[in-house]
């Protein structure tokens, strides 16, 4: 069963509407005939399963059968500073989502190589991701947002650097909590004080150095144990 995105689902209604682009998919790409099965999802955790009753290229309509809410478990959030690369961002942001990542926030830093990102693309390459891994939730996108004014607002947490001190272990993280990565010039000195004085507890990542989106997927699959 084709699996399609619809942000604007609600309980209840008899009819869903698909986009232009959506419509476009379902019916110049995939060739879906009236009748066919079609289950849709809002990215808030609502499950759909619908049957294709008007198969037009523009605004294609579903009829609702039923749908299912699912709850979100774990609650996870990867604050990062973006690459000078995005395809590495876009590669993170596509593997993450298929693991169950919560929210995505980019972070601006004294090392940062970007400052700029196009939230519109990564936006479509989350929802590709989450049809793709049949998830029932988008991560949010947040950002750029200075470090300063992000530890002001979430105060504590954890965060991976390079430099010498004292650092816990991998194991047993809080999901709730989020996971700080700085960039590929790790976080300056400055930075790692702040985080430290603000409540954050610095973890032992590796004894090599790794690339921003290697620590990232390393830092989501630790908040996942």
Not at 41 to 51: C, M, N, P, S, W
Not at 156 to 166: A, L, Q, R
Not at 201 to 206: I, K, N, P, Y
């Amino acid at each position: 069963m084709s699996t399609f995105y619809a942000p604007s689902l609600q309980p209840g209604q008899s009819h869903y509407q698909l986009s232009e682009e959506e419509s476009k998919h379902c019916v110049k790409v995939l060739r879906m005939q009236v009748g066919a099965p079609i289950e849709l999802i809002d990215g808030k955790g609502l499950q759909a399963f619908t049957i294709l009753e008007d198969a037009h290229p523009k605004r294609s309509i579903l009829r609702l059968e039923s749908s299912i809410f699912h709850d979100q478990t774990p609650s996870l959030h990867i604050a990062m500073a973006p690459t000078k690369n995005m395809d590495r961002i876009e590669w993170y942001l596509e593997k993450a989502t298929e693991m169950g990542l919560s929210k995505l926030t980019f972070l601006l830093c004294e090392h940062s190589e970007r400052k700029q990102v196009n939230m519109e693309r990564l936006e479509k390459i989350a929802i590709a991701a989450m049809k793709q891994s049949k998830r029932f939730y988008l991560p949010e996108l947040h950002g750029p947002i200075r470090l300063e004014d992000f530890l002001q607002q979430h105060p504590t947490g954890y965060f991976g650097h390079c430099e010498e001190g004292e650092k816990i272990g991998m194991n047993g993280l809080k999901s709730t909590l989020p996971f700080l990565i700085g960039p590929e010039g790790d976080f300056s000195t400055t930075e790692i004080n702040a985080a430290l004085q603000s409540g954050y507890q610095a973890v032992d990542m590796s004894a090599f150095r790794l690339r921003t989106e290697t620590a990232a997927l390393l830092a989501t699959t630790a908040l996942l144990s």
